[in-house]
């Protein structure tokens, strides 16, 4: 038998509170079950509190839902990103449309289930990616790709009228990674006021007015991987 492993941290994010007390019934169940143990170690209901409880609690696994109004779950990955967080986040979601699942991957996940698939899939889902592996079940993966061929297609014809130098692209590049102006000038070796001089560029290149903006346009049109 497999010793048991240091629990892992899961921090859920759902609007939901009946669903978070589902998931935290199953996790349990997991925990009476599997080598792997989870601790969860908070719940939020909204970007914001999932913003703030990540970073006061930096668990290794999000559980993040796609519907967190007035917001959802793409911009909670987008601002994930912007604070650095390096732990991996699972979507659970009840849409099951194309489009949803390939922005959910595209700005960061490292998996996606249906909730209607939650009971059979959610323990393989997280082994697989706390083991730093992507999952996607045979119907999420489905809708991942055809929208993947479709818009590397488009991308690469929009990406095509946007013109940016390699430094440019260099520092939209540790933007992305959620990279402040003075990580960013450390990394590059660069000044502050040089950082900003190319982020105004970039933003006037990609016609945006802010940082959250440019890294959803630069991963839209495919000029920077997430």
């Given at each position: 038998m ?9 921090l ?15 996790l ?10 989870f ?17 006061e ?28 967080y ?61 929208l ?61 007015t802010?940082?959250t903006q ?7 049109l ?5």
């Open positions: 497999n010793a048991k492993k240091e629990p892992i941290s899961i859920l994010v759902d609007d939901e509170p009946h669903f978070r007390q589902g998931i935290r019934t199953l349990n169940f997991y925990n009476n079950s599997s080598y792997l143990g601790n969860v170690v908070g719940e939020a209901a909204s970007v914001e509190q999932a913003v703030k409880l990540t970073t609690q930096h668990p290794a696994l999000i559980l993040l839902d796609l519907e967190l109004p007035p917001e959802d779950g793409i911009t909670a990955l987008i601002r994930l990103a912007e604070i650095s390096n732990g991996k986040v699972l979507i659970l979601s009840a849409h099951q449309q194309d489009e949803w699942v390939f922005k959910a991957m595209q700005a960061g996940a490292w998996g996606y289930v249906f909730k209607d698939k939650l009971a059979t899939q959610l323990c393989e889902a997280i082994n697989t990616v706390v083991e730093n592996k992507v999952y996607l079940p045979p119907e999420v993966a489905t809708a991942f790709f055809r993947f061929h479709y818009y590397t297609g488009q991308s690469l014809v929009a990406s095509a009228g946007v013109h940016l130098t390699e430094r440019e692209r260099e520092v939209l590049n540790w933007l992305v990674q959620g990279a402040s102006n003075e990580q960013i000038a450390s990394h590059l070796y660069i000044t502050v006021a040089t950082v900003k001089a190319h982020l105004t560029a970039i933003f006037d290149k990609l016609s945006v802010s940082r440019a890294i959803v346009k630069a991963l839209k495919g000029l920077v991987c997430p």
